[in-house]
């Protein structure tokens, strides 16, 4: 009898239920979800290298500038306009909010320029944080999409695993606007994701539309930080948090050249270098990814394996990740955060068929870093950028003023 009301359970599941893709399930009645694509792997996420037809024809046309600094660099090494131009056009954007009851991670295929971090509509619930790229923007944090009401078109509701009270909203014109709310099932705190920009198909960053983007890289990417808490811990060094798992010993604190202090951890497996030094205010932001990027492509000399990069936020606070993942051999993790005061590089060097450790274990903990003085760190815009392509961004008629009226609509 059991049995039998089991069988009967699974048929009327079947029969209420209609499934728009692999990873999003849309119950009876609903309408579909906008962007949902069935071939399009549920764990595409994960992989911080998405470069489209569009960019590779741009790396191919790419020559050497001969007024670069870089050009010695690029005419001694074959290859590395090619390995440091697609560099650019793959990077990821990771946001990690973990203040007060935020607990979450989510990850979008497209690059970050600035980011921005404002009220909440309510002012009680946390702010929310904004980033902007070149032809679209991202906003987390509290439920905030009361206003976009007025603008959106279709809205329905979904179901994901891990998530629930789950719905969207979508507004199409000539750009495209999704929000997504939910509460993850490990906790009663809700959050709202908005996603929008144009749609180009020749735009070397991203050109697939928003609603692509929202319904099959960042709702599938959502996950509780809780799940860190399993195999790390926190470590603290002054106005600086970061993670080593539990198994991890630190070895050794020293000074190197007089100007770096060492942090070194080993496990099986791994070995672990968190490095800090004073900022050098005459020199440029080495926590921009352009700079670590330059870095581990010169130092290591690795322009064939496919190094993924990503702008990775946390509680509005940026570093730039390197991640070279070679199955069975070694591999590398670099994050480079800042404060005001210092610098710090955290690296690894793991191999994971002989750590217990798999790389998206150890890609998450080192995404996650903290300050005890984040929000003051954040009052003013963030910019990834520096020299002539800042100024001329922050002077177009459409980059900053667009992005700030769509923050002062979600924020009403």
Do not use: C
Not at 137 to 146: D, I, M, N, Q
Not at 238 to 247: A, E, L, S, W
Request: glycine letters at 4%.
């Amino acid at each position: 009898m059991l049995r039998k009301s089991v069988i009967m359970m699974a048929l009327a599941t079947a029969f209420t239920i209609n499934v728009s893709a692999v990873q999003i399930e849309v119950p009876a009645g609903q309408p579909p979800m906008p962007g949902a694509d069935a071939s399009i792997p549920a764990n595409a996420y994960e992989d911080y290298r998405h470069i489209n037809k569009v960019a590779e024809q741009e790396v191919e046309s790419k020559s050497v500038n001969p007024a670069s600094k870089l050009d010695k660099l690029y005419r001694e090494r074959s290859g590395f306009v090619k390995a440091s131009e697609l560099a650019d056009y793959s990077q990821s954007t990771v946001v990690l909010l973990h203040e007060g009851d935020k607990n979450i991670r989510l990850s979008v295929p497209n690059v970050s320029l600035r980011g921005d971090v404002v009220e909440s509509p309510s002012g009680k619930q946390g702010p929310l944080f904004a980033v902007r790229s070149l032809s679209a923007f991202l906003v987390v944090g509290p439920p905030h999409a009361k206003e976009l009401n007025k603008y959106s078109e279709s809205k329905g509701k979904y179901m994901y695993p891990g998530l629930r009270n789950t719905s969207w909203k979508l507004m199409s014109n000539n750009a495209h606007v999704m929000y997504t709310e939910f509460t993850p099932n490990d906790t009663n705190t809700s959050y709202g994701i908005t996603y929008g920009g144009w749609v180009n198909t020749e735009d070397p960053y991203q050109d697939k539309a928003p609603e692509v983007v929202m319904s099959n890289y960042i709702i599938p990417s959502i996950e509780s930080l809780s799940g860190l808490d399993a195999y790390t811990n926190i470590e603290h060094w002054g106005n600086f948090n970061y993670r080593i798992p539990k198994t991890a010993k630190l070895i050794s604190e020293t000074v190197e050249d007089e100007t770096y202090d060492v942090r070194t951890y080993e496990d099986t497996g791994f070995k672990m270098r968190v490095i800090r030094s004073l900022i050098k205010k005459e020199k440029p932001d080495v926590t921009i990814i352009k700079i670590p990027t330059l870095y581990f492509l010169h130092k290591y000399n690795d322009l064939d394996t496919p190094t993924q990069y990503a702008v990775v936020w946390n509680n509005g606070i940026a570093g730039s990740l390197v991640d070279s993942y070679k199955p069975n051999s070694e591999s590398y993790l670099r994050h480079v955060v800042r404060d005001s005061v210092y610098v710090y590089s955290y690296r690894i060097n793991y191999d994971e068929s002989k750590t217990s450790y798999t790389h998206k274990q150890l890609r998450d903990m080192i995404e996650y870093v903290g300050f005890d003085d984040a929000a003051r760190l954040r009052k003013e815009p963030q910019w990834r950028e520096e020299g002539s392509y800042k100024e001329k961004l922050e002077e177009s008629p459409v980059f900053i003023p667009w992005y700030m009226e769509w923050i002062n609509i979600l924020t009403q």
